[in-house]
């Protein structure tokens, strides 16, 4: 398989996951923001190879449209296979004029760990996605409303997501509460327990591994120690990698 025919896969089987999914918000009036995975152009073509960074939501977005010929097409409206996917990254780390992502925990600490275990650049090797796919085109989470009523339909996206880019490593910077709904869907529906913990700071990161995929749920980076949480996960990762864990 090639990058061509893997994005034209994902177009395929992620556009009508999108049209249901926008159909289930649409009772919401406020400008809404969608999302859509993103995957940088060195992200491994074999199965269960890897890694996947995983958000709550994303804080505003390139654009409020809800039509999804637009938002899987090819204007700057486009969130599925954007020409500058996860390079924006890099390009916005210092920006003066807008978001910048070097003020971003989020952003910092997975810069830090893919460059620990990916040589440059370093964005192009990982993959980026959110469990949310709906969020408040001015920024924020989404509420309990929002939330529920793309649940459903955001369970099945990121299902697909992880059938199609196959990762070995599914990184949960979500905390518990936003990760046990997506851990148990992938398990059928049934409750798993971690196969690995490891402390960091006051943290820790658990590890669970569903059909050959390992997920490492722990905390979101914003206001806690960047540097132990980066060791943290990158020892977690070089251990699976190693069939350690």
Known sequence: MTNIERTEILRKELKPLYENLLKNVAEFDNDKATFCLQWGENFPLEKHCGVMFVGRATNGWVT??????????????????????????????????????????????????????????????????????????????????????????????FAKEIELLSPKVVVLFTGEGWAIDLLRYMNGEVGTKSIYKQKWANYECKVYQINGVIYIRTEHPQGKSEDAHVQCIVDIVKRCNQSQV
Not at 94 to 105: D, I, L, Q
Not at 144 to 154: F, G, H, K, R, V
Request: net charge negative.
């Open 64 to 157: 409020d449209c809800e039509d999804v010929d637009v938002l899987f097409g090819d204007s700057e409206d486009a969130i599925f296979n954007r020409h500058d996917q996860m390079k924006w990254v890099e390009n916005l780390s210092g920006n003066t004029k807008g978001y910048n992502t070097r003020k971003s925990a989020f952003w910092r600490v997975i810069k830090k760990i893919t460059k620990e275990l990916y040589p440059a650049p370093w964005y192009s090797h990982v993959a980026w996605s959110n469990v949310c796919k709906v969020a408040p085109w001015e920024g924020g989470n989404p509420n309990d409303s929002l939330y529920y009523a793309q649940l459903s339909d955001c369970k099945k996206i």
